[in-house]
């Protein structure tokens, strides 16, 4: 019996083993994935971030040329942060390439230097040295001539706690290596990359000045087309008024941010309408628009915004009879209808109301409007009368261009 209970609790001992070096297995599994998972994710940033000191190089040699005239450099070495390896040193070497060929201005023209890499043997009267063609004074001198280079471009790429450093030396290609050109830029690792277009080199501050634009959806102007449908009040009870259809306007002209944070928008408007046998009519507006939901646009969340306006409105046929300070007989409807008698009313409105936007592209808004020259047509109800009277309401959907 003892015996049957020591192998039971054997069996245990090694089932319970066996989990926990499974459960550690599983630990250690899931910490190189996580690592494996941030050491991509640093070196993409790596990447941008090298790409971006490059570009920023390139776009002061277009400012200020390091030569006079078209010069002839090999690229003589590049280095990155240890463990990202020749890859990364080959690819940043290839986009300096391309930045160059596409602008001449900056008076640099790369040449091939296929010996600064390769593990040369050279001989003087000193003796024979046996290492990298970059690391040889002589051997650079040797692969300028058969270039037809006389100077020489050193990269070194290095990461200094949060920050990239780039530090680029043009060195005259002499048994000396004189520097005649240095410079030393830096990078925060922890701001988004720009990613320049490397047809059009601008400046850093430009390009995030475009970037945010874009981001978000900024531009000095936008169109914005208009659909909204305005009902007047019903009449009020013993009028001999008649209720009037609602109208239904297009709009559209040109909206502005007034400062760059949108909290202040204003817009120009033009509109029109159409029913046969019914109504036409033209309107022009004007609004501005105040931010309700913070002190800037948001790009995550929609945006609710206030606005005033005022439009001058003209309306044309039987529906215009009901604007008028007396009650349309059946004659004078017969003849707007029939075109025999032209019938027009303009007027002019004020319109206080909110609008939600999304994205600034598409929005939704509601509103009241008061309009003082109707205020004696019978047909012309009243929706609020507390000092300021509200003649009509309605409702718009707006997309924007």
């Known amino acids: 019996m003892a015996a049957l209970t020591r192998g039971a609790l054997f069996l245990l001992v090694c089932a319970l083993s066996s989990t926990v070096a499974a459960a550690e297995l599983?630990?250690?599994?899931?910490?190189?994935?996580?690592?494996?998972?941030?050491?991509?994710?640093m070196a993409n940033e790596l990447h941008l971030q090298a790409f971006d000191l490059i570009d920023e190089l390139v776009y002061g040699w277009t400012q200020a040329p390091p030569f006079a005239a078209d010069t002839a450099v090999v690229v003589a070495d590049v280095t990155v942060p240890y463990g990202f390896g020749s890859g990364l040193e080959a690819l940043l070497e290839n986009h300096l390439a391309d930045l160059v060929i596409q602008h001449g201005e900056t008076r640099v023209r790369l040449a091939h230097c296929p010996a600064c890499q390769a593990i040369t043997v050279h001989s003087d009267a000193q003796g024979t040295i046996v290492s990298r063609g970059v690391d040889q004074p002589g051997a650079l001198r040797q692969a300028g001539a058969s270039s037809g280079a006389e100077h020489a471009l050193f990269l070194d790429f290095e990461a200094e706690g949060a920050a990239l450093v780039?530090?680029?030396?043009?060195?005259?290609?002499?048994d000396d290596l004189t520097i005649v050109r240095a410079r030393t830029l830096s990078t925060s690792t922890s701001s988004a990359a720009l990613l320049r277009s490397g047809d059009r080199?601008?400046?850093?501050?430009?390009?995030?000045?475009?970037?945010?634009?874009?981001?978000?959806?900024r531009g000095p102007v936008v169109i914005p087309v208009r659909v909204s449908l305005i009902q007047f009040a019903p009449p009020a009870e013993g009028s001999a008024g008649i209720a009037t259809l609602p109208i239904l306007w297009l709009q559209t002209g040109a909206e502005m941010g007034i400062n760059h944070a949108r909290d202040w928008t204003g817009s120009i408007t033009i509109g029109g309408t159409f029913v046969p046998q019914l109504y036409n009519g033209l309107m022009l507006e004007a609004r501005v628009n105040r931010l309700l939901t913070g002190a800037a646009t948001s790009l995550t969340q929609p945006n609710l915004y206030g606005f005033v306006g005022a439009s001058l409105t003209t309306i044309n046929g039987p529906v215009a009879l009901l604007l008028r300070d007396d009650v349309p007989t059946i004659a004078d409807v017969v003849g707007a209808a029939t075109g025999v008698v032209s019938q027009s009313t303009t007027y002019p409105a004020i319109t206080a109301g909110v609008d939600l936007r999304i994205g600034n592209r598409l929005g939704a808004s509601f509103f009241a409007q008061t309009t003082p020259t109707l205020a004696g047509a019978p047909s012309i109800g009243r929706y609020l009368d507390v000092g300021l009277q509200i003649h009509s309401i309605g409702g718009e959907v707006t997309l924007c261009f």
Do not use: G, K, M, P
Not at 26 to 41: A, D, F, G, I, K
Not at 166 to 174: F, K, M, N, V, W
């Open 201 to 217: 080199l601008i400046s850093a501050e430009d390009a995030r000045h475009e970037y945010l634009d874009a981001l978000q959806q």
């Open 26 to 41: 599983s630990n250690e599994e899931l910490q190189r994935t996580q690592v494996e998972t941030l050491r991509r994710q």
């Open 166 to 174: 780039l530090r680029a030396r043009i060195t005259s290609l002499d």
